[in-house]
């Protein structure tokens, strides 16, 4: 009998509170991995404030103190909150797989019935608590050097805020079974992350993209969520005023999500068929 | 075949014999063997396509990045892809220094490099060649990407781009030794390589020169060698500037090239001593 004649593996637990109590327990213990290295706990709030003086030093020996409508800052500061989404996103849910390998436990991982999207949904969300901090220091710093905000809606602001998490969330699954599949997290999270600073607009705006680009860029949710929390926060924007750009976030975040869903259940019945996800 | 029991003598006269030496060509062959050793680690433990990937996308998406930013200022734009060149070597020697004996460690070699009869700075220097030849290629690269895609214009002195090249690779060397001295002792090299670049990103004026710095930064960035190399790199490629021209950016960035080598020998020196006083050099 080949591998690909043996039967599927059905697991019992399905979506629903036993997934939820493991992504729980997966942020649990990705956060008390990460505190107990002080390395870490130094890197993650310093880091994207260098990044972000950096880029407004740029902006500003250059002469740019607006980006549109909004101060230079300003614009960094939620740049750099999307930044931090899709770093938490690439470093926790990319590598979570990785990670289990790395640290000795993908054996229990594997073999328990929790499905493997949740452990990766996990570290994604540990990964995103875990760069609060940072997310708070960049806002401390930005208003330091400048940043002028205007939120009329909070609520339009903190739903926004909200998306990008959520899209960055939904591309990382997207991409989920591609960096479990190739055993080369490590890599594509450096490759990854690059390219979606360009492409979401972080530090310059989308509509300096080439046109090509910016096509590309439309298929991107963070990009859509990123510009809702630009309009709520730099501009005053409401919840109406911002609802289409939302709404395209979410448009694409369901179809990433989607696709993701359906490639890690597939994947997962595979790997646990052929008993070879801990060959790294 | 037959066995017999090594006597304690025999041990200790084993010690103390004569170390072997190594000719010139020797060493030649070990830095050259360690450089090979290490890209051929790199392409299996990874395969070309994604190495390729993780080597070529960030300085590659960095450039057209700064470019975007100064898409209106095209003396900075220049200036920052030269920058970006630099930043490739800066990056790559920073990042191979602590991670290939990092590695060297978890895979369980680190002690068999040390218990080697061959010279130690001559293995630790092939590591070196294949970190500065990678960074080189990636710097080459991006020179070439801002002619093709950006009109960077080219003016190159080449006895100025070599002299600046060495002192600068020579300057990063000793920094990425201090740097993965010190990544070693706390087992985490990596970590501590993400933790410094963006540092060193922000004031080694990469993005802008250190003469547009606010002074606050151009005090830190001029006690470092990277705004020199980077600033006298810029100056050698796109004004065609002669060595005095540079020789305001070159003479500090010569005495970073001395004292930052002698300053990562002795820092080497330490770590090892603490490991082998704690037997502890293959802990991971």
């Known amino acids: 009998m080949t591998v690909d004649q043996l039967p599927t593996v059905e697991t019992e637990l399905r979506p629903g509170s036993g997934d939820l109590h493991l992504v729980v327990a997966t942020a649990r213990v990705f956060l008390l991995r990460y505190a107990s ?192 929390l630009r309009a709520t926060t730099l501009d005053g924007a409401s919840l109406s005023d911002v609802g289409e750009t939302l709404g395209a976030a979410a448009l694409s975040s369901v179809a990433f999500l989607a696709a993701g869903l359906w490639g890690l259940h597939r994947l997962d019945d595979a790997v646990r068929r052929r008993g070879t996800l801990d060959l790294m | 075949m037959t066995s017999r029991t090594v006597t304690d003598n025999e041990v200790v006269a084993a010690a103390q014999a004569t170390p072997v030496t190594f000719g010139p060509l020797g060493i030649l062959r070990v830095v050259t063997g360690a450089a090979r050793a290490i890209a051929k680690t790199r392409l299996q433990t990874s395969g070309l396509p994604f190495y390729l990937m993780v080597w070529l996308s960030y300085p590659v998406f960095s450039l057209l990045l700064v470019a975007l930013i100064y898409r209106a200022d095209p003396a900075l734009r220049d200036y920052a892809i030269i920058g970006g060149a630099g930043m490739a070597l800066l990056f790559g020697m ?132 990277f705004g020199y190399g980077i600033q006298a790199l810029a100056d050698a490629v796109t004004s065609g500037a002669t060595l005095s021209d540079v020789s305001s950016d070159l003479l500090p960035l010569a005495g970073f090239a001395v004292l930052l080598p002698a300053l990562g020998v002795l820092a080497f020196r330490a770590v090892e001593r603490r490991t082998r006083r704690a037997g502890a050099l293959e802990l991971v």
């Open chain 1, 37 to 228: 290295n002080p390395i870490m706990l130094l890197r993650a709030p310093l880091s994207p404030v260098l990044i972000l003086i950096g880029f407004h030093l740029a902006y500003d020996v250059s002469g740019q103190h607006t980006v549109g409508s909004a101060s230079a800052m300003g614009f960094l500061v939620t740049g750099m909150l999307g930044t931090g989404a899709w770093s938490s996103t690439v470093w926790g849910s990319g590598n979570a797989i990785q990670s289990e390998v790395y640290e000795g436990t993908i054996s229990s991982v594997i073999a328990a019935p929790g499905r493997i999207s949740a452990v990766i949904t996990g570290h994604g969300i540990g990964s995103i608590v875990f760069g609060l901090p940072a997310l708070l220091m960049s806002v401390v710093v930005g208003l330091g050097f400048g940043a002028r905000f205007e939120v009329d809606s909070p609520v339009a602001a903190a739903l926004s805020l909200l998306a990008v998490y959520v899209c960055c969330l939904c591309i990382g699954l997207a991409f989920g079974g591609l960096f479990v599949l190739t055993r080369q997290s490590n890599a594509m999270s450096n490759f990854l992350q690059a390219p979606v600073y360009l492409l979401a607009g972080f530090f310059v705006p989308r509509d300096a993209l080439p046109s090509w680009l910016q096509t590309v860029s439309d298929a991107l949710p963070i990009a859509h969520a990123i510009d809702a």
């Open chain 2, 94 to 225: 920073q990042y191979n220094a602590g991670e290939i004996l990092d590695g060297e460690r978890q895979r369980g070699t680190l002690g068999n490099l040390f218990l080697s009869p061959a010279p130690r700075y001559s293995w630790l220097a092939g590591f070196q060649l294949f970190a500065v030849t990678e960074s080189l290629v990636t710097a080459t690269l991006g020179v070439g990407i801002g002619k093709a895609v950006f009109g960077l214009p080219l003016d190159i002195a080449p006895l100025t781009l070599v002299v600046t090249l060495v002192l600068f690779v020579a300057a990063m060397w000793g920094f990425a030794m201090i740097v993965g001295s010190l990544g070693v002792a706390i087992r985490d090299a990596n970590q501590l390589s993400n933790l410094l670049f963006p540092l060193m990103q922000l004031v080694a004026g990469t993005l802008y020169p250190i003469s547009l710095m606010p002074g606050w930064i151009q005090v830190p960035a001029r006690c470092l060698p």
